[in-house]
């Protein structure tokens, strides 16, 4: 059974800039989850989203959004890059039931320079 | 909102040594807990997991107790080993469609 793929695992982009994470759960989730991993911060949710609506979302500017297709495969943006958005970006997916724990894929390693 | 605090940051052991990470959190819904592993390079892998129904959980060198009424849980891992040195971290929920809330980790490493 094939894990979380997250695309690209690394990126730099320049101050001002837009990028696009690109994130495929593990078959049959359809719960999909991000965060943000820094030094400083830790990991620090971004949102979750299931069966193509978000469900959750944590306390980020409107700079962040994200979508998730029908196929369950979610993207998530970043606009107006800033040097503090720096980070390892991870997807999570989940079953429904009882079995809560999320699976993380091995993260997206964005720079901003 | 739900906080999570971890300590220690930092843990050294000998191999062959008992690790114990404890974890506090400060909302008395949250009723998961789960524990994570990061290695270098990696996502962060679930080692281990329990309800607030359980007070304890074992999985061979790996528990987990919660002490619900103390609003704690902690980590034990026996008989260390050098692949057992990452970064661990707990996590809390308030169940079903609620996202995590982590802890600020540990670094653990395993002297050979």
């Known amino acids: 059974k094939a894990g979380v793929t997250q695309t690209p695992r690394y990126l730099i982009k320049t101050r001002g800039q837009q990028v696009t994470l690109s994130c495929s759960p593990i078959?049959?989730?359809?719960?999909v989850s991000w965060y943000q991993q820094t030094p400083g911060q830790g990991l620090q949710f971004l949102f979750e989203?299931?069966?193509?609506?978000?469900?959750n979302k944590g306390n980020f500017p409107g700079r962040f959004s994200g979508r998730q297709f029908s196929n369950s495969r979610s993207e998530m943006n970043v606009s107006t890059l800033e040097l503090g958005d720096s980070a390892l970006y991870l997807c999570?997916?989940?079953?429904?039931?009882?079995?809560?724990?999320?699976?993380f894929g091995s993260g997206t390693r964005l720079t901003v320079v | 909102g739900e906080n999570v605090e971890q300590h220690p940051s930092t843990l050294s052991v000998q191999e062959g040594d008992s690790a114990v990470i404890k974890c506090t959190y400060s909302?008395?819904?949250?009723?998961?807990f789960p524990w994570y592993k990061q290695e270098l390079g990696k996502g962060p892998q679930l080692i281990i997991d329990?309800?607030?129904?359980?007070g304890e959980k074992k999985d061979q060198r790996i528990a987990v107790t919660l002490n619900k009424t103390a609003k704690h849980f902690s980590l034990h891992i026996t008989e260390t080993q050098p692949e057992d040195s990452a970064v661990y971290f707990c996590?809390?929920?308030?169940?079903?469609?609620?996202?995590?809330?982590f802890g600020p980790g540990t670094r653990l490493s395993v002297l050979p």
């Open positions: 999570a997916s989940r079953t429904e039931g009882l079995n809560y724990g999320y699976t």
């Open positions: 078959s049959g989730h359809r719960s």
């Open positions: 989203y299931f069966s193509e609506t978000q469900r």
């Open positions: 909302d008395s819904a949250s009723n998961y």
């Open positions: 329990i309800r607030s129904n359980v």
């Open positions: 996590a809390a929920s308030m169940g079903y469609g609620q996202n995590f809330v």
